[in-house]
């Protein structure tokens, strides 16, 4: 009780401190407020409760009032695109869309996505996705999100929610919290430390809140012993109370697993509803919290907040004002009556040619000048020839890779294979074209030796863990490329002198065997990148544009390098606490194979001039909540800045980034942390300066003793370079 009441009103501060805006949460809570007044207690029930799984044409939907002008609500994934419609886009994954580490992509790509969600008359979309954040590198879902770094996937949040929500749609941040494996999801533990919880999982969240997330989707797993939906410390005390968060939470579909507790623990919406997964009629809500508020289980205040929340939430985006009709129905192909997807396939292409990470380029092998001949090799190189939908889901790996497999998917209106966008371009160039388009290591190698060049396509798939394909249940078995890729080439590195290899991959694999190989030149990493596949490799491949995606995660030698992976038991202690991937290699002096923000260029930069101008006092951050966390949180402490110039000979794009080392006084931290990245467009010649700006988060860690973030008395040090491992310049700041 005393948290709901601590929770009322850290949320009418946090609504106060937000509403500036024209449709703020001020506003918006004034609005629902209004609206609750006329609603009975069955309607107030109806909005937080789903109607049952294919109940409604969307995945999730609500009960409609009939006293005030209110929807029944459409809930719909996913983090990339509109499941189950179509026509819809099918943009790159969320891992791509860091991999970019490009705000504006990041944020274009949201206000695409929330354009064709409002089109279709979705009023929230279920996403975007920072749990998992890919602690294990085996993970099912962790292409979902952005990155293995907190502060890079909390960036891709904030632009994405932004840009979902300036087109009109609520945005769902998901999975909260430590949701890191699909093996035993719904029944196991995570229990993770103080520490760890802030400044890893939660961190991308405090991003999310702070960009005026509409709501939050609970986890299936149990945090500390306690299911995530169901935590009074995990939902009322951390995202209510301490992030300030305005909206609502919903739970996963079937996370739900009391009515009267998950009330009282902040659940304010159950998904999908009856049935799901469940004997029929079998519900929490529903009729039940309506008898639980009547026998005092469940305090009215407590049910009038949840409405509220909900309605606030639907205020916020104007959702109120003639907002379209849903428009199509998940359960019959998905048929629309209009088409949303406007111009949204560039949007893709840039997406996803940006993303794309250069690992090798050995003789300058790329990028590809008119080749004589060509020979594309591995089945990734072609579409499923059943189609590129033909698997429910995403639920097989036929054919080229281009998003993962679940929930976290949509429809490929059409899917450009690489060897189909290469055709077109050999066509324009008099290239003789050798297929091979089978994983046979046979018919490779007669292929590869019948060209100059030889390009092969190999993958590696993961999702979630209601679909298992080839023997992989959601997350990776291992962290080979599939289909015999070592194997495949092998075969075509011993037929051709000149191999290129392009990856298709959810996560790191392991290289080694294909680097061990010295007829292959080059690795182009690719990623999962949606609809424009073929025709975003061949910009990068053939030069139009040169190549700037780095990596959001670290690819090691070996697996144990890592430290982390999924494991079978029903509890994960999250023993690597703060060292997870780069955090991990530099404490340990590991050496990764390719490190997390490493990529190449056609071009070379030089970094110079780095330049300090932080001034912070040490102690903790106070001040009100505001949606986020405490306002100080947030305050700017100065800048650090580079100039950076392209010494090289063509146009290209370099992502400069800052790492920070804390000072000694700081306990058992990670020896550098990312903390501020830009990325600058530069023409041959060009210099200009890459200025990262500090708040005092940047600067803090989570001290467990006075439950704040502290920003530690000391030396700071600063790194900035091209890459966690390549620095290129290092300073100093002092914090007294
Ligand atoms: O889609 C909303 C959220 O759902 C969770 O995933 C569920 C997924 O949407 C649903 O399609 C799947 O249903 C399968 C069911 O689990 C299985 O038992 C049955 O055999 O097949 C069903 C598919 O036809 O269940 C998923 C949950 O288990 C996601 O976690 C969440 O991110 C989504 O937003």
Same mark, same amino acid.
């Given at each position: ?22 449709? &703020? ?145 609520? *945005? ?205 090799? &591995? ?80 993958? *590696? ?168 966390? *405490? ?106």
């Amino acid at each position: 009780m005393q948290n709901l009441l601590v929770s009322a009103l850290a949320l009418s501060a946090a609504a106060d401190a937000y509403g500036a805006g024209a449709a &703020g949460w001020d506003a918006a809570y004034s609005k629902a407020q209004a609206a609750l007044l006329k609603l009975t207690q069955t309607e107030k029930v109806g909005i937080a409760t789903g109607v049952g799984w294919q109940g409604g044409p969307c995945v999730g939907n609500t009960y409609a009032p009939s006293s005030i002008d209110y929807p029944s609500l459409c809930l719909q994934d996913s983090p990339l695109g509109i499941r189950y419609a179509n026509p819809v886009t099918a943009f790159p994954a969320g891992i791509n869309a860091g991999a970019t580490w490009d705000r504006s992509l990041l944020y274009a790509r949201g206000a695409a996505m929330g354009e064709e969600a409002k089109g279709l008359g979705v009023h929230v979309q279920l996403g975007p996705a920072a749990g998992p954040l890919g602690k294990n590198p085996d993970g099912g879902r962790n292409w979902e999100g952005f990155s293995v770094d907190p502060y890079l996937s909390g960036v891709g949040m904030e632009e994405t929610i932004q840009g979902m929500q300036d087109s009109g749609v609520q *945005a769902c941040a998901k999975h909260w919290l430590g949701n890191e494996q699909e093996h035993n999801r719904e029944t196991m533990s995570s229990n993770i430390g103080d520490r760890a919880t802030h400044e890893l999982y939660l961190w991308p969240f405090m991003n999310a809140v702070k960009a005026n997330v509409a709501s939050v989707m609970c986890s299936y797993n149990k945090l500390n012993g306690t299911w995530a939906c169901e935590s009074d410390a995990v939902l009322n005390e951390l995202l209510k109370d301490e992030l300030g968060f305005p909206g609502y939470v919903m739970s996963d579909w079937n996370a739900q697993h009391t009515g009267v507790n998950s009330a009282l623990a902040g659940l304010d919406m159950t998904m999908p509803g009856s049935d799901f997964n469940k004997p029929p009629g079998s519900i929490f809500w529903g009729p039940n919290l309506v008898e639980a508020v009547a026998n005092g289980s469940v305090p009215q205040s407590r049910l009038d907040d949840m409405a509220t929340r909900i309605l606030a939430a639907w205020y916020l985006l104007g959702q109120d004002q003639g907002y379209p009709e849903v428009t199509f129905r998940s359960w019959n192909g998905g048929k629309a009556t209009v088409d949303v997807t406007a111009d949204h396939a560039s949007v893709v292409r840039t997406v996803a040619r940006d993303s794309i990470a250069l690992l090798k380029n050995q003789e300058r092998a790329l990028p590809l000048r008119k080749p004589k001949s060509l020979a594309i090799i &591995g089945q990734d190189a072609i579409v499923n020839p059943d189609g590129p939908n033909a698997c429910v889901d995403r639920g097989c790996n036929t054919g080229t890779l281009a998003m993962g497999w679940g929930s976290g998917t949509a429809e490929f209106p059409y899917l450009v294979a690489p060897l189909d966008a290469i055709k077109v371009q050999a066509q324009k160039d008099g290239t003789k074209i050798v297929e091979s388009t089978t994983d046979s290591t046979t018919a490779a190698a007669s292929a590869a030796a019948a060209a100059d060049t030889a390009v092969v396509f190999i993958n *590696a798939d993961a999702g979630e863990g209601y679909i298992t394909v080839e023997g992989n249940a959601g997350d990776r078995n291992n962290l080979d490329p599939w289909h015999n890729g070592n194997e495949l080439v092998k075969s075509v590195a011993a037929a051709n002198k000149n191999v290129i290899v392009v990856v298709h991959s959810v996560g790191p694999i392991i290289l080694e065997t294909i680097l061990a190989q010295p007829s292959v030149k080059a690795i182009v990493w690719a990623g999962l990148p949606g609809q424009e596949s073929g025709n975003a490799l061949v910009d990068v491949m053939y030069g139009s544009t040169s190549p700037s995606g780095k990596l959001p995660y670290t690819i090691a030698k070996q697996p144990s390098d890592y430290g982390a992976g999924w494991n079978s038991a029903l509890v994960d202690n999250f023993v690597e606490d703060l060292f997870i991937d780069y955090r991990h290699f530099d404490k340990n002096g590991i050496a990764p194979r390719y490190e997390f923000g490493y990529g190449l260029s056609y071009t070379t930069f030089n970094y110079s001039g780095l330049a300090v101008s932080v001034s912070a006092t040490a102690g903790p951050s106070n001040g009100p909540i505001v949606p986020g966390g *405490a306002e100080e949180l947030f305050q700017s402490v100065g800048t650090i800045s580079v100039i950076v110039q392209n010494t090289g000979e063509v146009a290209g794009a370099e992502v400069a980034q800052l790492y920070l080392g804390l000072p000694d006084s700081a306990p058992s931290t990670p020896p550098k942390q990312l903390r501020g990245f830009q990325k600058l467009n530069l023409q041959p010649g060009e210099q200009r300066t890459a200025t990262f700006e500090l708040t005092r988060r940047d600067l803090s860690y989570w001290d467990v003793q006075t439950q704040k973030w502290l920003v530690p008395s000391g030396a700071f040090t600063v790194y900035v370079g091209a890459s966690s491992r390549d620095i290129r310049g290092d300073g100093k700041f002092t914090v007294a």
